[in-house]
């Protein structure tokens, strides 16, 4: 029996009356359901000896010299997110992106806030005359 | 006799060759683009060989089997004249290879990108074949990535 509903775009409307969602929208869930699962934690890693972006460091300090495989970011990628880098841009020339963990997106998130936290107590964080309380090109602490 | 050690410089930002990768972590310092990076900073003239291609990008990828997040490719901006290319190596060959052998096959991955210039419409000409001859010179002396990182 059909309803004299409005039915919104993304819904369809069955021979028996029922809502339900269109089968693009059903896929649009899965695929995004998907994403949510698959994500990963990493770290950019320098490749050159040379100076990068600071974004945590103090006194409006806007460069910092890095080591070849010092870190200079954690962060977080899902699925869906590959395109994101063009052209290797990672926030600074010459990184390298390294996947440390892989899990679903929460889980992802703590391990970044875990290892931005930790972050000054690397032997090489340590070892600078300013010891930062983030990496260099993580802004914030997630 | 103890060979002396490259003089530290900082490499400039803006160049012609980048080279990177994404790589587990189980698999670096194993997987180190750095080497690269300096000998061919060093080495390769590379606006000697046209000007249908500004930069050259290439990012090995090396993650674990079911790790669908990275896919190997090929992009090129007509605008920049900047050509980018990912090249995928099996993660268990590279997980159980010395460090010599990862290396060659780093190589190999590296000329296999270069070769996909010449698959790529370019708005001038680019002699790509003359870019990967000098790049295998190179990669001939087997110990070519020993000394290529200046120490700071």
Known sequence: MSSSKKVAPGLVETPEGEITLSTERQAKLERELEEIDNAEQYVLLATASAYYPCYSCPDGQKSIFLQIGEVWRYGVTRKGERGRYPNQDYGAPDLLYVPQFEGTLGECFKQEKLKIYRYPFLPEAQLRNIILARPPGNKYDS | ?152
Do not use: C
């Open chain 2, 1 to 152: 006799m103890i060979a002396k050690k490259k003089e530290f410089y900082i490499i400039p930002t803006e160049r012609h060759i980048y080279v990177s990768g994404r790589v587990w972590h189980e698999l670096y310092p194993k997987v180190d683009p750095s080497p690269f990076i300096y000998k061919l900073y060093e080495e390769i003239d590379f606006e000697s060989y046209g000007e249908g291609l500004s930069k050259f990008y290439f990012t090995f990828i090396v993650t674990q089997p079911q790790n669908k997040l990275h896919q190997p490719g090929r992009y090129f901006s007509r605008k920049k004249r900047a050509l980018e290319v990912a090249i995928r190596l099996p993660y268990e060959e590279v997980y159980h290879a010395s460090e010599e052998e990862t290396f060659r096959m780093l190589e190999a991955a590296f000329l296999a990108g270069i070769e996909q210039i010449g698959e790529v419409k370019l708005p001038e000409p680019f002699d790509f074949e003359a870019f990967k001859a000098d790049v295998a010179k190179i990669f001939e002396d087997k110990d070519w990535y020993v000394d290529a990182v200046p120490e700071v």
